[in-house]
């Protein structure tokens, strides 16, 4: 018998969701993140950059989070997630039941209309987090901080974005321009 929730909203919640610029959706993701935690210190998220290069040309490597998050006490644990289809959707879930976000790197085909181009997707890496899911519609709440204001759906309980599971997992093996070294790559946040 199965008796996980079908449905999960963290009880953490980012204070807002900004809209990015061309870059830095790196740090956009670390903002939410550290104000849901209540440890947001900076008004522009490009702030959190803990190097000049990444400040001037908007660049968040994976391990930049563990660096940034460590600085406030949180824990960034970076993996690649194996398996098939579900087995990553679960994967995910996993992680909201346990009331962690979850940084995900994507390829991006979104363009700002909302329309998808999975060209685009093959050399637009982008940062998101998840904060919940819903396992009736099948989809996940996402913070997505390239989605502009006027394309948010508002009756969500969490982030500014849901997405089809099946549209994570198909945006989080898209993009080749990472050679794929980093594909299906998360990264899991908790207090240290």
């Not at 900004?18 to 939410?32: N, R």
């Not at 993996?79 to 390829?107: C, H, P």
Request: proline share 4%.
């Amino acid at each position: 018998m199965n008796n996980l929730p079908a449905k999960v909203v963290l009880s953490i919640r980012p204070k807002e969701y900004l809209k990015q610029g061309p870059v830095h959706c790196g740090m956009y993701a670390i903002k939410g993140i550290l104000s849901a935690y209540g440890l947001d210190k900076h008004k522009n998220p490009e702030d959190y950059h803990p190097n000049f290069v990444g400040k001037i040309t908007g660049t968040t490597l994976p391990w930049t989070f563990q660096q940034v998050l460590r600085k406030y006490g949180l824990r960034a644990e970076i993996r690649l997630a194996q398996g098939s289809k579900e087995d990553k959707i679960n994967l995910l879930k996993k992680f909201l039941r346990k009331d962690q976000s979850v940084v995900l790197l994507i390829g991006n085909g979104y363009q700002q209309n909302g329309d998808y181009f999975s060209h685009r997707a093959k050399f637009s890496l982008h940062w998101i987090t998840l904060w919940g899911f819903d396992d009736s519609d099948r989809v996940f709440y996402v913070y997505d901080s390239a989605v502009p204001k006027d394309k948010y759906d508002r009756d969500l309980p969490i982030g500014n974005k849901k997405r089809k599971y099946e549209d994570i997992v198909r945006d989080w093996g898209a993009g080749i321009i990472s050679f794929g070294f980093w594909k299906y790559l998360y990264i899991s946040v908790t207090k240290s």
